[in-house]
């Protein structure tokens, strides 16, 4: 038995116990819909990013608009790890900012029912 359908028939056990009124149920996934597998949904993040001359992320922030998540503070710390392409001017390797960069922060998984 999944943990869903458990929590949801320890509820109504809780709720028929305690009432002496008929327990009235919202309508639960059926088991076809508990058996889905969950939807995974990949969390993006924009960054503004500055990097060195040697490719390496001398700094990065948050682009505008973007909230102070969890998933924001994941993606910080991941540009930080990533090398980016070389820019030169005047065959001399230079700093640039790539800014409103796309970052996969991770993802998020949320129960497939018949609503999603």
């Avoid at 996934?29 to 924009?46: F, M, N």
Wanted: aromatic content about 4%; charged content about 15%; overall charge neutral.
């Amino acid at each position: 038995m999944h943990k869903a359908q458990w929590l949801l028939l320890l509820s109504a056990t809780i709720l028929m116990a305690c009432s002496d009124q008929p327990v009235v149920a919202s309508a639960a996934p059926s088991p076809a819909e508990l058996a889905k597998p969950p939807v995974s949904q990949v969390v993006t993040v924009r960054l503004d990013i500055e990097v060195g001359p040697q490719g390496e992320v001398l700094s990065a922030r948050l682009a505008a608009g973007q909230a102070d998540t969890l998933f924001a503070k994941a993606a910080l710390m991941r540009v930080k790890q990533q090398q980016f392409p070389l820019r030169t001017e005047q065959q001399q390797p230079v700093s640039y900012w790539l800014l409103d960069h796309a970052v996969t922060a991770g993802s998020a998984q949320t129960l497939a029912t018949g609503n999603n």
